[in-house]
């Protein structure tokens, strides 16, 4: 990815507006150092089917996909939007115009809150359109009008669910929303764009795209008789819960709310906007009241322990000849902010205008009261609550707050710590793909200190040295490995491996991308966790839940033929090199499942992070038997270890759970989607072989010939 080059895109289907759009974007400043690429894309389907063509085929970082009909009116706009990016790398995508909060309809210019400015004639007349403006440089929004999206990294756009011309922009930013960026709008002290875009028609599969993105993404959705401004997937609301104001509750994916959970808009005020927004992956635990007349917002990944009470009001007491009952709230504008990743103790009470950081943890029985800000990773305890301890990252320590003890003479060793993490990436002419690998981990947070990336190049034909060799002129802990010959994927990963020089060796594939904030809560993981010889990250269970085991068999029932995910393994630098014979597998395409539980063999104490940290390319290049690998050489791995830590009760239990949860839908996936890049027609020989004498064989069978059924 070439971070000093931007890239216009534009599908058309006119060849006037084109030329003027060709002519208005060959005007604008190119800062130095900078190149442009204008990328016309002709007879598309539908928007996002043609700007996910063309976002594959451009290796510029910075994207502006841009509508045939707007004119930048910001002769600096290249230089702007570079600036913005670099000083704010969590913020993923940004737009001239959009809505905070999208309405449960999921039309942006129906929410009473919207940002930004742009000169435009949907009413049949080009005039201004001006709304609220950012205090600071832009604005963290929701969702953003398609008319200008401009991006710093790439995600897929939604082309299977968005055929047409509409919701296409939303739907984006829902995707960069749940990859755990930001959207954006900057602050415009003129307008940067003209959009000349006449009175829309809503007419051609407007109604039919937004039925699509409501239910895919949510909004407007209803469990039993209540409907939410927005439900996301996978969420987990107990029947005794006591629900009002629904409809003015945003809910993210994957929440729990446990059982008497007590969540309400005491005036039944919805305005448009949810009065209570709750992350994703966030826990409400048992008997909980969260009450809003404002807003309350919980950010993602926090767990409320049972008995809090939250709101952002109190009961009005001044008029002493009045009932309490009958004075109302002290507060209509308050705001309860409680930022990702926190936990908030048993019985603690937060009422008021209160904003309390990202991970930060209040005590049990604390009581925060109103005025209170709490600052990211801090300790508060008691009533009032106050701050008695804060994390310093300068030493990866919690320090109490207000001590200038002799810790402070640790601060000039801190650049003689021992290197925490090597991420370790195998790579073979996958070019595209290592370089936004590099670059999701050159834009995290982490102290350059804590890690090193080592690539070993099983001898690439591409650019790959190239690329790498660009990266090392910026980045002093980069180190570069080049084979002679290409000596096979397994020999490469224990080649990698052993040039680590890291406490923990992370291995990771070069299709694997780190989203923001992940590598600085993977250190932190591993450093609260030294004592485990071997981490595995989880990413498809997003709950931030760390669950300790010991042993193979443990670790089997944790983590299952998910072991096989190269880039969910960690292990301790000092159990690898005791592996006497490390190799003993290779030409399995699963020597990374091998070094683990050889790992586990010497040191039988590890540790499952379960948060999504990273994503990935999504392509699936084959060149291997699907069967093969993950049905005989993973239960091979298994068999070698019986005596040696798994037990056969849980190699049973593993081979038939593998079975039905996973090689099942695999095989229907890889005949659904014609992916004989995997060797579809091995896979009935080679599970025969391995299954025939399970005495569940026969319903086995019968499944997959059930499976080739349905695809002749």
């Known amino acids: 990815m070439d971070d000093r080059k931007v890239c216009f895109i534009s599908c058309v289907n006119d060849n006037e507006l084109a030329e003027h759009s060709l002519k208005n974007l060959k005007q604008l400043i ?70 905070k909060v999208l309405p449960s309809s999921g039309t942006w210019w129906e929410a009473p809150h919207k940002y930004g400015r742009v000169i435009e004639s949907h009413t049949g007349t080009l005039k201004p359109m001006e709304f609220l403006q950012p205090v600071g440089d832009y604005e963290s929004v929701e969702t953003l009008d398609g008319l200008l ?56 599969g407007f109604a039919e795209a937004q039925q699509v993105f409501r239910e895919r993404y949510g909004y407007g959705q209803s469990s039993g008789r209540h409907q939410f401004h927005r439900l996301g997937n996978g969420c987990d609301i107990h029947p005794t819960c006591d629900l009002f104001g629904t409809h003015g509750i945003a809910l993210g994916n994957d929440i729990k709310l446990q059982a008497e959970c007590w969540m309400m808009l005491p005036y039944n005020n919805y305005s448009g906007e949810p009065r209570i927004v709750i992350g994703s992956g966030s826990d409400i635990g048992r008997r909980c009241c969260l009450s809003a007349v404002n807003r309350i917002e919980i950010g993602s990944q926090v767990i409320i322990s049972p008995g809090v009470h939250i709101s952002d009001h109190n009961l009005a007491y001044q008029n ?3 009932p309490i009952k009958q004075q109302g709230v002290d507060s209509w504008s308050h705001t309860v902010t409680i930022g990702s990743g926190s936990w908030i103790g048993m019985n603690a009470v937060i009422a008021g205008q209160v904003s309390i950081g990202r991970n930060c943890v209040i005590g049990a029985g604390a009581v925060v009261t109103s005025g209170t800000v709490i600052p ?40 003689t710590r021992p290197l925490l993490l090597s991420i370790c990436i195998p790579t073979y002419n996958r070019e595209e793909e290592l370089n936004l690998c590099l670059n999701s981990i050159y834009s995290q947070n982490a102290r350059m200190e804590d890690f090193e990336v080592v690539v070993s190049d099983n001898a690439s034909t591409d650019r790959t040295e190239e690329l790498v060799r660009k990266y090392q002129l910026r980045y002093s802990n980069l180190r570069y490995y080049r084979n002679e010959r290409n000596e096979g994927a397994d020999y490469n990963f224990l080649k990698c491996a052993g040039y680590a020089r890291g406490e923990f060796i992370k291995l990771h594939g070069d299709d694997d991308y780190w989203l923001p904030g992940s590598l600085e809560a993977l250190c932190s993981v591993t450093e609260q966790n030294k004592d485990c010889s ?61 070094l683990e539980f050889s790992i586990l063999g010497i040191t039988p104490d590890y540790c499952v ?38 037990s056969e009760a849980a190699l049973a239990i593993e081979k038939k759970h593998i079975a039905y949860s996973f090689l099942l839908w695999w095989y229907n996936y890889l005949l659904e989607n014609n992916l004989q890049q995997l060797q579809p027609a091995d896979f009935e020989g080679v599970l025969v072989e391995a299954y025939r004498n399970e005495s569940y064989f026969e319903d086995l069978h019968t499944q997959i010939k059930t499976i080739q059924a349905r695809h002749q």
């Open 30 to 99: 190119v800062p130095d150092g900078f190149t442009v690429d204008i990328h016309m894309v002709t007879g598309a389907s539908g928007l996002a089917a043609g700007y996910d063509e063309a976002m594959r085929q451009s290796d510029a970082k910075y994207k502006v996909y841009i509508h045939q009909d707007v004119h930048i009116l910001n002769p600096q706009f290249i230089a702007d939007i570079v600036r913005l990016f670099t000083d704010h790398p969590s913020l993923g995508i940004l737009g001239a115009v959009g809505a």
């Open 149 to 204: 999206l401009v991006t710093q990294y790439d995600l897929p756009w939604r082309k299977d669910w968005f055929e047409g011309w509409h919701f296409y922009d939303i739907s984006q930013c829902q995707e960069f929303l749940a990859n755990g960026y930001e959207v954006g709008i900057p602050k415009q002290s003129l307008p940067w764009c003209l959009h000349d875009c006449g009175i829309p028609n809503t007419a051609n």
């Open 320 to 322: 002493p000849d009045l």
């Open 376 to 415: 990211d990773y801090c300790v508060a305890v008691g009533a009032p609550a106050r701050v008695i301890k804060q994390y310093d990252s300068t030493i990866r320590q919690w320090r109490r707050v207000g001590v200038r003890s002799d810790e402070e003479e640790y601060l000039p060793e801190i650049h």
């Open 534 to 594: 071997l981490i595995f990250l989880d990413i498809l269970q997003n709950t931030g839940q760390v669950d300790r085991g010991a042993g193979i068999s443990d670790y089997v029932r944790h983590v299952s033929i998910y072991s096989t995910f190269v880039s969910g393994i960690t292990m301790r630098r000092k159990e690898f090199e005791q592996i006497p014979t490390p190799e003993l597998f290779i030409g399995s395409n699963l020597i990374q499942v091998y």
């Open 609 to 646: 992070y379960r948060r999504k940290l990273l994503t990935s390319s999504g392509k699936i290049t084959g060149g291997y038997s699907f069967a093969q690998t993950f049905i005989h050489s993973y239960l091979n791995i298994l068999n070698y270890f019986l005596d040696k830590g798994l």
